[in-house]
């Protein structure tokens, strides 16, 4: 009811001013919630650079490569023996027959003399026909026999080659002899440890000129030659003494490659 004397204007400004403060909260409220979004994750976020220099660097794939070589000495035991027949003749069979004949007889002068069987070895064997020098006309044929046999009694082997020689008559040939060991077994240790010594040495000295320290062994490998003569055999036309056979020694060496893992 409208009273005299008032006028409806001052109520609904009051009414105005008591809903302002709810709303400027609200808003102000939705302000701080927006701004503050975007600072609290860019906080959160882990740095990536930090992160990757935390890693440990793996050196397993640095390593250092040594070698090492040892040479031993020693009296060879072994003599091998490359000898055998070559004969001719108008034919094949003719050729042939005279050859079987003379190697028999050399087998059998050696196997006399101590040779076993296991140790004589036919190495090369051929049939070929001869011609004359002055055409191409066959004149006959060439039969070859050739043994390898292995001498194991050094002081007997220069009158066995001797007699050997002379059962195969005119027919004979001996291409040579070479020296060697029976069993190398024990010469290899003993250059295996040294060539190992010597790597180690050599790897310690490596190491400590680049400024670098030895962990530990990656991988070894060996390789090992014998170096001993190869001897031209006498003549077997020499009847009137036995073969001069002279073994001095004979060398062996071994290398041995070594690779370290550094830090």
Same mark, same amino acid.
């Given at each position: 009811m409208?009273?005299?004397? !008032?006028s409806? /204007?001052?109520r $609904?400004?009051? %009414?105005? +001013?008591?809903r ?6 609200a &808003?102000a ?6 701004v503050?979004?975007p600072?609290a ?7 990536r650079?930090? @992160?990757?220099?935390e890693?440990?660097l793996d050196?397993?794939? !640095?390593t250092?490569?040594a ?5 031993? !000495? ?20 003719a ?5 079987? /004949? ?6 059998d ?10 140790? $004589?070895?036919t190495s090369?064997? +051929? ?6 020098d %002055? +055409?191409?006309? $066959?004149?006959?044929y ?8 292995? &001498?194991?009694?050094?002081?007997r ?6 007699? @050997? ?6 027919? @004979?040939?001996?291409?040579g002899v070479?020296?060697g ?9 003993q250059? %295996?440890?040294? @060539? ?12 400590? /000129? ?11 490998s060996?390789?090992? !030659? ?17 073969v ?7 060398e ?9 893992? $550094?830090?």
């Amino acid at each position: 009811m409208h009273r005299p004397g !008032r006028s409806p /204007a001052p109520r $609904i400004a009051r %009414r105005a +001013s008591r809903r302002t403060p709810g709303v400027v909260t609200a &808003l102000a409220a939705a302000l701080l919630f927006v701004v503050a979004v975007p600072v609290a994750t860019s906080v959160t976020r882990p740095p990536r650079l930090a @992160a990757a220099a935390e890693v440990p660097l793996d050196a397993s794939g !640095r390593t250092l490569v040594a070698t090492g070589t040892a040479r031993v !000495r020693g009296v060879p035991d072994l003599l091998t023996l490359t000898m055998g027949v070559r004969t001719r003749g108008d034919s094949v069979g003719a050729a042939l027959d005279r050859n079987n /004949a003379a190697v028999r007889r050399v087998i059998d002068v050696l196997t006399d003399g101590g040779v076993d069987d296991r140790d $004589i070895q036919t190495s090369n064997f +051929s049939i070929g026909p001869v011609s004359d020098d %002055r +055409s191409t006309e $066959i004149t006959g044929y060439e039969v070859s026999n050739l043994l390898r046999v292995q &001498l194991r009694d050094l002081g007997r082997a220069g009158s066995l080659i001797d007699r @050997a020689a002379q059962a195969g008559g005119d027919d @004979a040939v001996v291409h040579g002899v070479s020296f060697g060991f029976d069993d190398t077994s024990g010469l290899v240790a003993q250059a %295996r440890s040294e @060539a190992v010594r010597r790597a180690r040495t050599q790897a310690e000295q490596l190491a400590e /000129a680049a400024g670098v320290e030895l962990v530990e062994v990656r991988t070894i490998s060996e390789s090992s !030659r014998d170096d001993g003569r190869v001897l031209d055999a006498p003549e077997a036309s020499r009847r009137d003494a036995a073969v001069p056979v002279v073994p001095g020694t004979e060398e062996l060496s071994v290398t041995v490659t070594v690779t370290y893992t $550094i830090r």
